[in-house]
């Protein structure tokens, strides 16, 4: 948590020095990205960064887990407005298409994503990592348990190894299109959101005998 010196900073400096986070981080990784370029850019002391955090590790938890958190709360958006009327397997395709459009009209969302998967300092990356995974668990985990309460994932399915599988999915098609040397199987390197929708549904197949109920 930020401490309270962060907290009686104006509002419009708070969201000026997220922003830049984001950006620095998104581009240079959070082990090798510049606080210095940030609080330039910010427009503030760097010595002011450790006024408002604790340390860099809390600095970083704290940018993921905002930009983590706007788009939990946009795919959340996204997925209230899907037909629930529908098999599993349909509206896992349409939250996985609507996943691929949102990265690829968030560009900045999408680059801390992929700093919070590549990033190569192991304790750095294990806090950002459980940092973002929680919120997609706190999606994934009551979805997949309304879905097998009402019979449309079989019984005996397990649970867990289906979350983890979609834990996989989801980095894997934010940044496959947009980063080389993710993706030689399907070639989603450069592909557009409508583009990308066939190795969306392949996927979906391919897991699909995990779930899918007994006829």
Known sequence: MPT?????LNVDKRERVLEVAMREFGEHGYSTGSLNTIAREAGIAKGSLFQYFNDKLEFFAFVCDEASRRTREEMERRISRLEFDQPFDEWLFDVLCDWTEFM???PLERAVTAATNFELDNNVRSVVRDTANQH???VIHPTLKYWKEIGQIREDADLDVLATLILTILPFLALAPYYDGLDPVFGLRGRTPAEQRPVVR??????????????
């Open 4 to 8: 309270s010196t962060w907290f009686r």
């Open 202 to 215: 392949q996927l979906i197949s391919g897991i699909r005998p995990m779930f899918a109920p007994g006829k």
């Open 136 to 138: 997609y668990l706190r």
């Open 104 to 106: 690829a009209d968030h």
